[in-house]
């Protein structure tokens, strides 16, 4: 999929939008463009892959915001540990669970 920067924008009239609101969802499939509705010229809405709005959305939310920002210094400081020894943890967790009682 490109970047979102390397993605087209392309503008639309508010009438065409109306009128091809089925294509114009297409053409925001993930990876394809963004698509600007304009009325009398001016730009009025963006319209986007649903999901990267919610990432959007989710990253516009303070607390959200602030568990990535904690999670960043973590791993800057040495407190993240590799996938599979996770991986593993969550494997003996769930192992432990599933144990017949007896």
């Known amino acids: 999929m490109p970047s979102p920067s390397k993605r087209r924008v392309q503008t639309v009239g508010i009438s065409e939008a109306?009128?091809?609101l089925g294509a114009l969802v297409e053409r925001v499939r993930p990876g394809k463009a963004y698509?600007?509705?304009e009325k009398?010229?001016?730009p009025r809405a963006?319209?986007?892959d649903i999901d990267e709005f919610e990432d959007?959305?989710?990253l516009r939310d303070v607390e959200i915001a602030r568990e990535i920002a904690a999670s960043a210094r973590e791993h800057r400081t040495g407190k993240g540990r590799p996938a599979r020894k996770?991986?593993?943890e969550l494997d003996a967790i769930a192992g432990g669970l599933h144990k017949p009682k007896g």
């Open 18 to 20: 109306r009128d091809k």
């Open 35 to 37: 698509v600007i509705i």
């Open 40 to 42: 009398a010229g001016v």
């Open 46 to 48: 963006g319209v986007m």
């Open 56 to 58: 959007y959305l989710e």
């Open 86 to 88: 996770l991986q593993a």
